[in-house]
């Protein structure tokens, strides 16, 4: 049986000084009203993210509102600005995003709020707030997983003409490219065919080439 005092003073803002308080507004509450009802309202869920990220870090901060998301039910197939749920805000490239988890597998959305067309940069501009994860589009929307490939053994095939890139072939046909440069990233990525999986890291940017 679900503990929801236990969740309210763990994830809601509570202290053991309100568990009376809890205990009786809880009482006639379906399980659903329960957890609507001890969820942080956004702007502290936004606010307890950006201190985390800024003083601890994108893992801390993502692992703190995957573990709220898992225990207070905030998963969401189709979020949207609507916020039938809360979900992390985002400036990307000057515009209005948010990003909220699907499931437990960690794969996350990121939306628009005016609905912006998906573009280059803002894989890019993804990839450097979370390098822990892959980002990627799949059918017409944005998401996110956890940075997942293997690569021993991996071959150095980087073109000549790459000044600032380096190309490498990973297990699985998996084709792998770092850069310094985006738009030599862009340059290089238009040689290859199939999905594109983008990734951070020791500010170089990654790309991940898979065959399907």
Known sequence: MTDYIDLALKFGGFTSLDKVYLDRQLDALDDQQKLAFITPPPSVINAYFAELYQKQG??????????????????QD???????????RLNLSGKSYGFAFENEDQIAQVFS???????????????????????????????????SFDESGKKDVTPASALLSQVYQLKANITKITSFNQNELSELLETQEGKVYYGFEQRQYIAYITAN
């Open 58 to 75: 994108q893992k801390v901060a993502t692992d703190y509102y995957f573990e709220i998301s898992k225990a207070l039910d905030l998963f």
């Open 78 to 88: 189709n979020p949207s600005f609507a916020e039938e749920k809360p979900f992390v």
């Open 113 to 147: 709020e005016t609905n912006e067309p998906i573009s280059t940069q803002i894989f890019f501009d993804l990839a450097e707030i979370f390098p822990g994860y892959k980002i990627y589009q799949e059918n017409d929307r944005i998401k996110m997983s956890p940075m």
